[in-house]
């Protein structure tokens, strides 16, 4: 069963907002230091269509793990920090000990 995303948000949504941010930092690196898809497929250890998905922002294709992975070996070091906290619904949660 296939995961379906939002418009309005939510958590899957977000996910996408976190690797399109990676993915592009990336894009970015390898823009900068001119390096094609031979070239990523050298320094990630990835496959020839692996590299292509990369280079055209599939970013569906990609897990958080695998971009900050793929971050470290081009130097990079992230760190997560939260921009905002938006409102959310409270949920029932009984009491400890009952």
């Not at 900050?68 to 949660?93: C, H, K, Q, W």
Request: net charge positive.
């Amino acid at each position: 069963m296939q995961k379906r995303h939002s418009r309005f948000g939510g958590p899957e949504m977000e996910h996408m907002r976190v690797r399109a941010k990676l993915i592009d930092l990336l894009l970015n690196i390898t823009r900068e230091d001119q390096l094609d898809w031979p070239a990523l497929v050298h320094i990630f250890g990835i496959s020839q269509p692996r590299a292509s998905n990369l280079l055209n922002r599939h970013i569906d294709k990609f897990n958080s793990e695998t971009l900050i992975d793929m971050l470290a070996r081009v130097g990079v070091r992230v760190e997560v920090t939260p921009t905002s906290r938006d409102r959310y619904r409270r949920f029932n949660v009984p009491p400890r000990g009952r």
